[in-house]
């Protein structure tokens, strides 16, 4: 069989892997749950082993290192709440990803009869939304030490990470400069989580002053006029001399994972990926003079912009 067939076959069974795990975590399984009313929960468990998410010892199944530290909900480094939101919301809306091309348009109304932000509609409780922060949080200790260790950040005096969730970037920059003082901006559903987080809307209300913001994973979510509204605001907040860090998957012709997550901007919101190209344009548009684009190694890169 040659290469290009194998390629082939295995993005044929690819999503099953995915949903293996997915449902998985739902039934609670790497929380040491064995559903009594799953007939087949041993088939299930089975698939688990073999992809490596858990261990059979005799009779027992075990979680392995990997999901031990993923996906058992309580594990600080959990993905649990990302997953269950993959599963319940993207899942769904990427079986309408021929209409999200066709059309250009995100499929919240097609699949769940929903117009406005996820924020306000999917996440209808504090709960729903803590354990999707929970997964975001995880994912952003992957992600977010590589992000704050590309650039020497150490002349800045204080860090607000602006949509910063539950603060892994400003915890990861305080760890690597110990002199900075950092702080998040977020919407007041967020806010409310995470005690000391400064509630509101970056669209809308004044930035906390800075002289180094950040922006993880949040202009991939919107339309370029949005985006320059934002960077147009976060340039006339910042003194001379301040920066911008922003954290996203940066697209070239071989990153796969830059590409599957554009597609996924397609079908969840107005935005895309972009490459460090467009995204140096849209930074000199705003004002910025000084602009650069590195790799991390970590599922997100970085770009640094001077004013």
């Keep these: ?141 992957i992600t977010s030490p590589a992000v704050v260790s590309v650039f020497d950040l150490s002349r800045f005096r204080r860090l607000v990470d602006l949509g910063g969730g539950s603060g892994h970037l400003a915890q990861a920059a305080r760890d690597r400069y110990p002199n900075l003082e950092t702080a998040v901006f977020d919407l007041p559903a967020v806010a409310r989580l995470y005690p000391g987080t400064v509630a509101g809307d970056f669209f809308k209300d004044p930035l906390p002053e800075a002289d180094l913001y950040s922006l993880g994973r949040i202009l991939h979510d919107w339309s370029e006029e949005k985006i320059r509204m934002l960077l147009a605001k976060v340039y006339t907040a910042l003194p001379e001399g301040g920066g911008l860090l922003v954290a996203e998957r940066l697209l070239d012709e071989h990153n796969v994972p830059a590409h599957m997550q554009s597609l996924n901007m397609l079908v969840v919101t107005e935005g895309r990926e972009r490459t460090a190209a467009e995204y140096e344009a849209l930074l000199k548009a705003a004002g910025f003079s000084k602009i650069e684009s590195r ?4 599922p997100l890169d970085a770009t640094l912009a001077i004013k």
Aim: hydrophobic share 35%.
């Design 1 to 141: 069989m040659t290469t290009s067939n194998n390629v082939v076959l295995d993005l044929i069974e690819a999503f099953r892997r995915s949903k293996t795990m997915f449902a998985a975590v739902e039934l609670g399984i790497f929380d040491g749950q064995r559903p009594a009313d799953c007939k087949e929960l041993n088939r299930l468990l089975d698939a688990c082993v073999a992809l490596g998410l858990l261990e059979k010892q005799g009779e027992r199944y075990v979680n392995s290192a990997v999901a031990e530290r993923y996906l058992r909900s309580d594990s600080p480094d959990t993905l649990a709440g990302y997953i269950r939101y993959s599963n319940s919301a993207l899942y769904p809306m990427w079986g309408h990803l021929e209409d999200a091309v066709r059309e250009g348009t995100h499929r919240w109304k097609q699949t769940f009869g929903l117009d406005g932000p996820i924020f306000s509609h999917f996440f209808r409780t504090p709960e729903a939304m803590r354990d999707f922060q929970r997964g975001m949080h995880g994912f952003g200790k």
């Design 295 to 298: 790799r991390t190694g970590a």
